[in-house]
């Protein structure tokens, strides 16, 4: 077992507050990853983290930030949320040596509600 | 266009039966491929690894042609527990994987 858990599970939060995510693994790997997932979209890349205050933006960044302090933490903030921003928030980490060749174990996810 | 593409389904099939999804990626330099499986409101989990000769585990399959830039799957003998949805995921690039939207599979008993 990879062990990653992802807190809070649930969330529901008011339009222009912030909220934070935060994504725990406890074996020390490099690569972590936040995904949003909506119906018809798939899942989609927000940011992603290769290292200590090593971060990337993926593919739905705007209106997110991230922030990785230690190797076992990668927390995800939504500065003022928006409706917008409703959606399960998975957070998945990298296990292989080689990046890509043994795909990403996940969290269980977070449902973030923005009424 | 998207990077991958899947036919979202559903698919319908009766218990027993063999079902297959394709899949089409656009990268040609992709090299790492995947199928997921994800139940209903949890976490995407990964199937099996797709391998340039294509690769059994058990009842599924896994087939590559990379010269049309497909990947499928096939389920043979399909079980109530089958029941899910089906991403296709390929490399986007050295450090991140692309998912496709998912396809839905219902066996019905």
Same mark, same amino acid.
């Given at each position: +077992?990879?062990?990653?858990?992802? @807190? $809070?599970? =649930?969330?529901? &939060? ?14 020390? =790997?490099?690569? #972590? ?5 909506? $119906? ?7 940011? /992603?983290? /290769? ?16 922030? !990785? ?10 500065? @003022? *949320? ?9 957070? *998945? ?6 990046? &890509?060749?043994?795909?990403? &174990? ?10 | ?15 027993? %039966? ?6 089409? /990626?656009?990268?040609? *330099?992709?090299? @790492? ?5 994800? +139940?209903?409101?949890?976490? $995407?989990?990964?199937? #099996?690894?797709? /391998? ?9 399959? *896994?087939?590559?042609? !990379? %010269? ?40 019905? $008993?």
């Amino acid at each position: +077992d990879a062990g990653i858990t992802q @807190s $809070p599970r =649930h969330k529901v &939060t008011e339009t222009g507050t912030p909220v934070t995510l935060r994504c725990h693994q406890t074996e020390n =790997h490099r690569y #972590m990853y936040w995904y949003r997932q909506d $119906p018809g979209h798939g899942l989609r890349l927000i940011h /992603y983290s /290769y290292g200590v205050k090593d971060t990337d933006k993926g593919e739905v960044s705007d209106g997110y930030s991230v922030s !990785r302090s230690k190797t076992e933490d990668f927390l995800l903030t939504l500065e @003022s *949320a928006t409706s917008s921003q409703t959606s399960v928030y998975f957070c *998945a980490i990298s296990t292989g040596q080689i990046i &890509t060749n043994y795909g990403y &174990t996940f969290g269980s996810g977070t449902r973030l509600t923005v009424v | 266009r998207k990077e991958v593409e899947q036919d979202p389904g559903p698919f319908n099939v009766p218990e027993g %039966a063999t079902v297959a999804f394709n899949c089409t /990626y656009s990268n040609s *330099a992709s090299q @790492s491929f995947f199928w997921y499986r994800q +139940d209903c409101r949890k976490e $995407p989990k990964l199937l #099996m690894s797709v /391998y340039s000769s294509g690769n059994e585990d058990g009842r599924f399959t *896994a087939q590559l042609n !990379r %010269a049309s830039q497909y990947i499928s799957l096939l389920i043979r003998d399909s079980k109530l527990s089958d029941s899910a949805t089906y991403l296709c995921v390929v490399n986007e690039s050295y450090e991140k994987l692309t998912f496709g939207t998912g396809t839905r599979l219902t066996i019905i $008993p």
